[in-house]
């Protein structure tokens, strides 16, 4: 390792350019652009209810999006990206469209960002939402037995953090197999390279945190399936990311699929996420057993 290098054999720059989607990709503005245009489109397709608070800050709202006369059916908390320090639920409104037609509900949750919190608050309030949306399913027509999680890019860490929560630790009465499976999309799951990059500049992880917030080392709380997927197209670190969660894994679920999707990027594994005809959305629905 040379003065140079500040982790995996990458100097600085190197490691900015694996992180950097945007410069890698970017078309992300005109993907962002039309998926934004979607959302709209998505309110007049979908029953909804939206800004349901779930905690007591005012960046702690959930949006609803409901099939047609719900009853009992699987619910999948959606947790947004945005490298923990930007986006908004409002912008992921168009996501509905890959689980909702096939029976599911779909929960996109608001949290607040990093730095105005720090890591540990913005877990403890993706854990609260998914705790809600358990204890509350029945009121929208949801089966709280049958609560899934997904998410993409940085919520595919908060995912993988909601399958390593202990929830009875948690949340009174919350069962150990309140999440029944967890699709985590091009995730990051070891934060130390993050803290060696140019995102540390804005959220200032310290090292306890990247310890108690890395899910590759952390275990599984349940034996519940776990599908981690990540675009064949994307940085050698986030395919890296996604392999040393598996193996991490592997040997501690029954079910934990490794899923790399050729061709896609690190945007365009979002926009399959929301593709009832792609690979991946198959893969998911099948996790929560929907045609």
């Given at each position: 390792m040379n003065e140079a290098t500040v982790f995996g054999g990458y100097d600085r720059a190197a490691l900015d350019a694996q992180y950097d989607n945007r410069a890698r990709h970017p078309e992300h503005t005109e993907l962002h652009a039309a998926w934004t245009a979607d959302g709209a489109k998505v309110l007049k397709a979908f029953e909804h209810k939206l800004d349901v608070a779930y905690g007591p800050s005012a960046d702690e709202k959930l949006d609803i999006y409901?099939?047609?006369?719900?009853n009992k059916v699987p619910v999948n908390v959606f947790l947004h990206g945005g490298y923990w320090y930007s986006r908004h639920k409002d912008h992921f409104r168009f996501v509905a469209r890959g689980l909702v037609p096939a029976g599911a509900i779909l929960v996109v949750v608001n949290y607040a960002l990093?730095?105005?919190?720090?890591?540990?608050?913005?877990?403890?309030?993706?854990?609260?939402?998914?705790?809600?949306?358990?204890?509350?399913?029945?009121?929208?027509?949801?089966d709280r037995d049958r609560v899934f999680v997904s998410g993409h890019s940085a919520g595919g860490h908060l995912t993988a953090m909601m399958l390593a929560t202990d929830w009875p630790s948690f949340g009174n009465a919350l069962p150990r197999t309140l999440v029944k499976g967890g699709a985590a999309l091009s995730g990051i799951y070891d934060l130390e390279p993050i803290r060696h990059c140019y995102l540390q500049d804005t959220l200032r992880f310290t090292a306890e945190q990247e310890a108690r917030n890395s899910p590759d080392r952390l275990a599984p709380a349940t034996d519940a399936p776990a599908l981690i997927a990540v675009g064949g197209a994307e940085s050698d670190e986030f395919l890296r990311h996604s392999n040393?969660?598996?193996?991490?894994?592997?040997?501690?679920l029954a079910d934990c699929r490794l899923m790399v999707v050729p061709g896609l990027n690190h945007f365009t594994m979002l926009g399959a996420f929301a593709d009832p005809a792609s690979e991946l959305n198959a893969a998911v629905r099948a996790q929560m057993g929907l045609a």
């Open positions: 409901l099939p047609k006369k719900p990093v730095p105005a919190v720090d890591l540990d608050e913005q877990v403890r309030q993706c854990r609260a939402a998914v705790a809600w949306a358990y204890r509350h399913a029945g009121e929208f027509g949801g040393i969660l598996a193996a991490a894994w592997s040997n501690r």
